[in-house]
């Protein structure tokens, strides 16, 4: 079974940038498409970005186009996520996965706040 933790996450001000890190372990993500998604309270859980795994291919959500970059480290089992310009709404716990299909684990997220 696989193991996700998230790192990265903090308080920061409106326009500063983090960049999160997704370790796997117990099994090689490197043959699946990952990505990382977010909940905000009171919300449910979105979509943020993906990557796939052959190439590399890349998806955003339209709110965080040009401003987040995701990428992925297959010798270290590892996915990131550099978040620049953050804004007040990107404020939420940030999860990976394999995406669309979800492992049957999720690790605890990390919590990203933007204050303005």
């Known amino acids: 079974q696989v193991q996700l933790v998230e790192s990265g996450g903090g308080l920061v001000q409106a326009g500063g940038s983090l960049r999160l890190s997704c370790v796997a372990s117990?099994?090689?993500?490197?043959?699946?498409?990952m990505g990382w998604l977010r909940q905000a309270p009171g919300k449910e859980r979105e979509f943020v970005a993906s990557?796939?795994?052959?190439?590399?291919?890349?998806r955003y959500t339209d709110s965080v186009k040009g401003r987040f970059t995701i990428s992925r480290d297959n010798a270290k089992n590892t996915v990131y996520l550099q978040m620049n310009s953050l804004k007040p709404e990107d404020t939420a716990v940030y999860y990976c996965?394999?995406?669309?299909?979800?492992?049957?684990?999720w690790g605890q997220g990390t919590q990203v706040t933007v204050s303005s």
């Open positions: 996965n394999r995406h669309p299909l979800a492992f049957g684990s």
């Open positions: 117990g099994r090689t993500v490197s043959t699946s498409t």
């Open positions: 990557i796939s795994s052959s190439d590399g291919i890349t």
